[in-house]
């Protein structure tokens, strides 16, 4: 990898796997559980699936604002820093690679701190959203007992029924995590500004993602059609394993923390 690498600028897409060190599971990762995942339609249109949704999303988010960036994403941070990474291309929603001060991030899927109405648009932060999903439901947390960290924010909760979800303080419309579901579509100029930060650098490194969805292997696709080496860093195998010209079965962190000292 440090052969690949050497000497070369590059952008860095990552995923699920960066963020496990920092106590958020990888429900895709080799020993994780099968997990299905939502889907836009059911998130619009059923009434019972969204008071549950956000139920676990109130619990859930408190510990994601919790949540500390580990050594891979400050090992990013810090290639960047030294003009070697062109920027992050990330599949997660966490926002660590910012906190952990990377400077030109592409939150891919959108990120948990943001809310939008789907009527009107307006965009709300999840802490407004928070305010009054808290005076809906004044003792709901307190009822709360087991509590896993999901990527999406997501905690595992039991009894949602009695949940009150948010609406719109504008229009009374119906409010969705700013965050592309399955059956949604990234927005075209994100991933244009994706393509482009790719295309900027002499190669591409991939790290913490089995690229199970399309929206983050077109990039290993392109990368390799243009004939720009691509580099992988994952536990288990990915998509893009057969497009790689080096692949690290490893750990992200460590993989990226042994690059910023072998790097330049
Ligand atoms: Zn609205």
Redesign the pocket.
Known sequence: MVELLAGKKFAVLTGAGVSTDSGIPDYRGPDSPPRTPMTYQQFVSDEGFRRHYWARNHVGWRHMRTTVPNAGHRALAELEERGIVLGVITQNVDLLHERAGSKRVIDLHGHYNEVK?L??G?LFTRAQVHERLDALNPRFTADVGDVEIAPDADAVIAATESFVIAD?P????MLKPNIVYFGENVPKERVHAAFELVDAGQALLVAGTSLTVMSGLRFVRHAHREGMPVGIVNRGTTRGDPLAAVKVDGGASETLVALTRSLG
């Open positions: 109405c009527n009107c307006t719109c504008v229009c009374g419309g």
